[in-house]
């Protein structure tokens, strides 16, 4: 890690009682995961971190994620914008706390385990890589393999056109 970056490091439960916000953005470029993802290394993702407590004494945090990372489209291999509007709901498990039963957890959220010195930058990592599609492409997408087939049947078309003469 660079001396200029600061790592944005939570304590889960503290923030959640406290009914914490964090709002900040990250560049792509401190997403070491991602980075095999992207055709093209700038831009970053506005995040924002919520955490509070219910009335059952759950705690929770809510992350939003809003970016345009640029992808690699799998099909011609240029760089197609994937538009990321991440909203999710963790609760938090502390220790001693139950693991919420399978059946019995809310279908939109998930439980992680709270840690005392979360890693922001790296949960929001997590988020995104379950978020991005496993083969990006363009929605209309000129392969240029497409093309090829078509230029390699044209010369047969065109021989089979002269035999007719
Ligand atoms: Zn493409």
Known sequence: MSAGSIATVIDCLEFARGGGVLQRSFGLDEMPRLASHLAAAGGCLSVRLEGWRDG????????DIVG???LCC???LGAVKFPLNIQSRLQLIG???DWPDGELQDDDADAIRADKAMDVL???EDEVLLALPIAPRH????APLANTVEHESSP??????????
């Open 95 to 97: 220790p001693g706390e």
């Open 74 to 76: 799998q099909r011609c």
């Open 139 to 142: 929605e209309r997408c000129h």
């Open 68 to 70: 345009e990372p640029v």
């Open 156 to 165: 047969f078309a065109a021989l089979g056109a002269l035999k007719k003469h």
């Open 56 to 63: 059952e004494g759950k705690s929770w945090l809510r992350v």
């Open 122 to 124: 790296a949960l929001i």
